[in-house]
């Protein structure tokens, strides 16, 4: 099992430090572990981007599906098995390592310093490309991943995104070099490294703990819906990513990207500044380039507002389009599973392999037919593995598409106001019309939601802990609520715990009360408010600037996201990068109707292709 070092105690001890030890990684299954590689043995000596071994890709075999391909004679890389090896991957490098304040940095027509450098800004398809023509083998793919996180992740830079490591990584990666060898891919995702926020279930030495110290020794005994569908593709969990702790449900004064177990996840683009949260870890090292596509999870703004001003795509699903099934809850009317990437593409490419019909999904279980997320028609929720986002993909998208301008979500600050202002005459150009001033008047008729949702993360919490962790030592919300007062000097210097104590008291989830209280805050928003108005004026779709820009880490004051509406009404969002403004990015909001992924992404892809290329992060330093 690997998990960071107990927190300190002060609140000022809770400042990035290294976290070298954390990606001490456990050997795998069969003992392996392997060396670090220089980056011209993996890479070759273009800087400027991934090159298959002899430019070209393999063919497929006799007999083959054509989504197979065939791999050249040269062998993946093998790992040792000598028992004796070291449990550590050493990725020490003799070249001259980068510039701390902009660590990924290469210069033009130069060798990348370290393994992991080549990996910034690259794209599933490159990998992919990379991948089939035996560039480089899937093991090394994940050293070179390994690499960036300790050097990023840790040291005198600290974005401190990463709360665990797969101790099977490397195991696993050989597994599916051997499979390539064969002849044999799963698609696009094979041997693609993703991580996961830290609530989603896995059966692979890895805890699953929301943040928090109390769930550390919780032994997960079988994998969520969503890590079995990402293994099934191929994909190679890599880890698990820090976030505002229990989803920021814990209590009334949390802090975004802080947990007791993982410390504050910082914003890469500037080290001084936040990166929301609850999904801070997955925009951060989305943001970073860890890797290509994280996983993140929404109640409220909880994906789109980290991906946002940490200036990558966020996808949040409509709900029961991905499985909650063995995560962390707070709230299965609203909580919804999505990816962050860094373009659009790779984030459809990474929900058309989440989503799908799941019969152990809480909108399935538990006599709840009278409870919202009962709300849409199981039809609508495709079998898994049959749908196909990147089909939605249009270049021309814009073009004849009918845009509300969200009244509701304006002037939030000057920058992020400026981004998405500037961006208006750019979609009008492409095509489309942008109907002003459109209004959703029933989310001022929603006075409070906390009554509903203390009544599904009581019942969700106590679910998963009887489903997932059924040995482990914190068996109710009791027991969670008296360790933490055991340990109040580590998991209550930030936050309280009213989350935890008032679901204690919630209401039955069969309570009339809540069910009372539940299907009038759906109506107000749904049939009251997005459909209506979207029905009203013929909208394809709302737009609004996502979020504000970033504060400072440690003053989160004044923090606004546009996600409410439709995080409330369970309807999906699409957020997408739009520039930076005094070196922060900025995000607009797409949303609509239940089950509009497609349009969303399409739109959201066009919008894309009519902007300048994303801005990596510079690592702007922490001041002194």
């Not at 004796?84 to 980068?98: G, H, L, M, N, R």
Request: proline residues 7%; contains cysteine.
């Amino acid at each position: 099992m690997v998990h960071p070092t107990s927190p300190q105690s002060s609140l000022s001890s809770q400042s990035p430090v290294s976290r070298r030890q954390l990606i001490v990684v456990g050997a795998g299954a069969a003992g392996a572990a392997v060396v670090g590689i220089g980056a011209a043995r993996l890479f070759g000596n273009d800087a400027n981007g991934i090159q298959p071994g002899n430019g070209t890709t393999a063919a497929t075999p006799p007999g083959a599906s054509p989504t197979m391909t065939q791999a050249p004679d040269q062998p993946p890389a093998s790992t040792p098995d000598d028992p004796d090896a070291p449990d550590v991957i050493d990725f020490e490098d003799p070249a001259e390592p980068s510039d701390a304040s902009d660590p990924a940095a290469t210069p033009d027509g130069a060798a990348a310093t370290n393994p992991g450098d080549i990996l910034e800004g690259v794209t599933i398809r490159q990998l992919r490309e990379s991948l089939d023509g035996w560039a480089f083998t899937i093991v090394e793919l994940v050293q070179a991943t390994l690499e960036r996180i300790e050097r990023i992740d840790g040291g005198e830079i600290a974005v401190n995104a990463v709360i665990s490591l797969n101790p099977d990584a490397l195991q696993i990666a050989a597994e599916l070099d051997a499979e390539l060898q064969a002849g044999q891919s799963r698609g696009l995702m094979h041997g693609i490294p993703v991580l996961l926020k830290d609530i989603i279930a896995t059966s692979d030495g890895m805890p699953n703990t929301a943040g928090s110290m109390a769930l550390v020794d919780n032994t997960v005994v079988r994998d969520s819906f969503i890590a079995t569908r990402l293994r099934e593709s191929g994909a190679i969990i890599l880890g698990k990513t820090n976030l505002t702790e229990w989803s920021n449900f814990m209590g009334s004064t949390g802090l975004s990207g802080w947990s007791s177990l993982g410390g504050l996840t910082v914003n890469p683009y500037n080290l001084n500044r936040s990166c929301s949260g609850s999904s801070s870890g997955s925009a951060a090292a989305v943001a970073a380039s860890y890797v290509p596509v994280a996983l993140g999870a929404e109640f409220d703004g909880s994906i789109i507002a980290p991906a946002a001003i940490c200036g990558v795509v966020g996808v949040k699903p409509t709900v029961g389009l991905t499985s909650r099934a063995g995560v962390i809850p707070i709230g299965f009317s609203r909580d919804s599973i999505g990816p962050m990437a860094r373009t659009v593409e790779d984030a459809a490419i990474a929900l058309s392999v989440l989503a799908g019909f799941d019969p152990d999904d809480p909108s399935r279980t538990v006599g709840l037919k009278t409870s919202p997320h009962a709300m849409f028609d199981t039809e609508m929720v495709p079998e898994a593995g049959t749908v196909d986002y990147t089909s939605a993909l249009d270049p021309e998208a814009l073009r004849g598409a009918r845009i509300g301008i969200c009244a509701n979500y304006q002037g939030f600050d000057e920058g992020s106001q400026a981004l998405f202002d500037a961006v208006l005459p750019i979609m009008e150009a492409a095509g489309a019309e942008l109907v002003p001033e459109v209004y959703i008047p029933s989310i001022e008729d929603i006075s409070s939601t906390y009554v509903n949702s203390l009544t599904e993360f009581a019942w969700g919490l106590q679910n998963y802990l009887d489903t997932y962790t059924p040995e482990g030592p914190m068996r109710t919300i009791q027991d969670l609520v008296d360790f933490n007062d055991a340990n109040a000097g580590e998991e209550l210097n930030v936050t309280d715990q009213s989350g935890l104590t008032d679901a204690l008291a919630a209401l039955a989830i069969d309570d009339p009360a809540y069910i009372e209280v539940t299907l009038t805050i759906q109506e107000a928003i749904r049939t009251n408010g997005i459909d209506a108005v979207m029905d009203e004026l013929e909208l394809d779709a709302l737009i609004a600037p996502t979020a504000t820009l970033a504060n400072a880490a440690w003053d989160q004051s004044g923090f606004m996201s546009s996600s409410f509406a439709s995080s409330v009404a369970g309807y999906p969002s699409v957020t997408l990068p739009i520039g930076l403004h005094d070196g922060l990015p900025g995000g607009i909001h797409f949303f609509g109707r239940a089950f509009s992924e497609d349009v969303l992404l399409g739109l959201a892809y066009a919008m894309e292709q009519q902007l300048p290329p994303r801005i990596e992060p510079t690592y702007i330093p922490r001041e002194e």
